[in-house]
């Protein structure tokens, strides 16, 4: 007797079959004629972008020269000689008063062009009022968490004393269930406050990111699409914050994601009262300012700054909500649609912002 598929097993193999072709087809047309990746940095001297640090893990090369690239825009970097983005500073002007801007992508200026990025559009206002009295450091560090901002702050503490530390925290930095879980993971990492320098030292970004994307919690599946599909990198990017928005709504969180997020407002509590106690030995006045997500812009969840407020009262710093900067502005033109960073009119709202609640000790400009 002959045996015959049954004709639901046929058309499902032939759906299958047709299904891995398209699959197949769109992955090739993809990695032929689409750019993939949110940026990434070119030097004509081939110079690494980053160079290891002991304590912060990576820190950005003194010296550096080239360019920012993404699908949505390319950008001229410079690295100063201490290490940050931006002109030479005078750390021995003794008229001089400076602002530390810390962060991460944000503060630095992912996409637009450092005068345009919130520390320069807050140095020109600051040029405005003060003269050539203000001094706006851009410390910000693509990919930094809360723990490296305090380093961050260590560090060039004893290269110049600031009169104003501004700590600018992105929401996907912090442990909020709107988030996909990773910035309760980024806070575990940076935990060990106490740890030796070689205890603390760790493998460059790009050899740590699998291990990052291990403790974010993603499968095997996504992980290897990830690394190795084009086409589903491409849908992740072009999702856009709408989809984002969609999924982060409906996420339910397990009791061992909430234990981690719990555990990740700790950390960040942590982190902050070391900042506090740092303004305590050499004064300096404190300011934390919440960067929301695109997406949690337009779905107008406020949970996570309402949060972020009460942990800055508790230490007694100057809040600077974001939700607040973005109603001044359609969220929608503020970002980079597909790359999600704040585009050159959305560092303008957030430097206003700031402006208006920095008063440095320096006569006003004439």
């Known amino acids: 007797m002959r045996f015959r598929a049954r004709p639901w097993i046929q058309n499902s193999a032939l759906l299958l079959a047709a299904t891995a072709v398209a699959l197949l087809l769109s992955e090739a047309m993809v990695r032929r004629f689409v750019s993939i990746g949110s940026f990434w940095f070119e030097s004509p001297s081939g110079t690494p972008f980053y160079t290891p640090d002991p304590l912060r893990e990576y820190g950005l090369t003194p010296g550096w020269r080239g360019r920012l690239i993404a699908p949505e825009f390319s950008t001229s970097v410079a690295i100063n000689s201490l290490g940050f983005r931006g002109e030479e500073p005078s750390p021995g002007d003794p008229k001089s008063r400076h602002v530390f801007v810390i962060g991460d992508s944000f503060v630095f200026g992912v996409g637009v062009e450092a005068p345009a990025a919130i520390p320069g559009r807050l140095q020109e206002l600051m040029a405005r009022r003060y003269g050539g009295c203000a001094r706006v450091w851009n410390l910000g560090v693509p990919g930094y968490s809360p723990q490296q901002y305090v380093y961050t702050l260590e560090k060039y503490l004893d290269v110049v004393r600031p009169e104003v530390v501004v700590i600018a925290i992105y929401a996907g930095r912090l442990p909020s269930g709107a988030n996909d879980i990773s910035g309760g993971a980024d806070f575990a990492v940076w ?35 990830f690394w190795h599909s084009a086409l589903y990198n491409w849908l992740l990017l072009r999702a856009g914050p709408q989809v984002r928005a969609l999924v982060h709504g409906h996420r339910t969180l397990t009791e061992a994601d909430r234990a981690r997020l719990e555990r990740g407002w700790e950390i960040l509590d942590a982190q902050l009262r070391r900042v506090t106690s740092l303004s305590a030995q050499r004064p300096f006045r404190f300011v934390v300012v919440y960067v929301p997500e695109q997406s949690d812009a337009m779905r107008g969840d406020s949970s996570t700054s309402a949060r972020l407020r009460a942990l800055a009262a508790r230490h007694q710093c100057t809040f600077i909500d974001g939700f607040q900067v973005v109603a001044a502005g359609r969220s929608r033109d503020l970002y980079f649609p597909v790359d999600g960073h704040l585009n050159a009119s959305g560092c303008d709202l957030f430097a206003r912002g700031i402006a208006r609640e920095i008063m440095l000790d320096c006569p006003a400009a004439p």
Do not use: C, F, I, N
């Open 191 to 225: 935990e060990q406050s106490h740890a030796s320098a070689a205890e603390r030292q760790a493998p460059t970004p790009a050899a740590a990111a699998e291990p990052r994307l291990q403790r974010a919690g993603l499968g095997s599946v996504k992980r290897w699409l």
